[in-house]
């Protein structure tokens, strides 16, 4: 993905504790705003399996047009992107993984999180929601039906058609399936979801998606600076083995 016509990028599983964030963002990410939620440090400084925190990061140019949202937790972040042409609400989220121990319940517990920011937000403009939702449209298992009743009550649709690709590989290529997501509202302001191929440089399991927003600025175009940008590689070695 060429970087330099990502504005806004939505990251899931940030592994990073809330003393490390702010740091990590302004050393590989400068010249980038950014909000993030974290799950609580502990004193063992230990990454808990199932909350690895989210984040939003958007260029400096858009900054007088971002509010923070304060609602969520450590799986779903929010901004508000307005001007007086646009109003977006976007909702970042890390959804629960399917086959562990109290899985329904944090499922759940998650959906009616989401569902009260949509709720709070839906009269002051369009919904925007991204991220890694652990859930598919296009399989069958319980959990599954969660995420698509949840998406036809709301209203929400994939801009476009869903593409026929998996977003997500394991890492022994056993296993592959789609389960990161772009919805909306407004299939008119938001189009043109993808899901990238899979880069061989990349160290996740899961590729990229991306989506347009409809972006209407009469004030002047918006002076855009070449950024540098540093990918630190994951040391999966060190990482925790579950």
Request: glycine share 4%.
């Amino acid at each position: 993905m060429n970087k330099d016509d990502c504005d806004i990028l939505c990251v899931q599983e940030h592994w990073l504790h809330d003393f490390e964030c702010e740091n990590f963002f302004e050393t590989n990410f400068p010249g980038v705003k950014y909000h993030y939620k974290c799950a609580e440090s502990d004193i063992s400084f230990q990454r808990t399996v199932n909350k690895h925190g989210v984040a939003i990061l958007w260029k400096q140019e858009l900054n007088p047009y971002i509010t923070k949202l304060q609602d969520g937790n450590d799986r779903i972040i929010g901004i508000k992107l307005q001007n007086k042409q646009n109003q977006y609400c976007i909702i970042n989220v890390y959804g629960p993984t399917q086959g562990k121990s109290g899985a329904s319940l944090e499922i759940n517990n998650t959906l009616d999180i989401l569902h009260e920011i949509i709720e709070k937000y839906e009269n002051e403009g369009d919904i925007v929601v991204a991220g890694d939702l652990n859930m598919s449209l296009v399989r069958f298992k319980t959990a599954d039906r969660f995420l698509q009743r949840f998406v036809i009550e709301h209203k929400l649709t994939v801009p476009g058609r869903i593409p026929r690709a998996s977003t997500f590989t394991s890492r022994n290529a056993a296993n592959c399936s789609q389960i990161d997501y772009v919805f909306s509202n407004n299939s008119v302001n938001v189009s043109n979801f993808k899901i990238h191929t899979f880069n061989p440089i990349n160290t996740s399991t899961h590729t990229l998606i991306e989506a347009r927003l409809t972006w209407k600025h009469t004030a002047g175009r918006l002076r855009r600076k070449p950024l540098k940008w540093k990918c630190p590689r994951i040391k999966w070695n060190k990482a925790d083995a579950d």
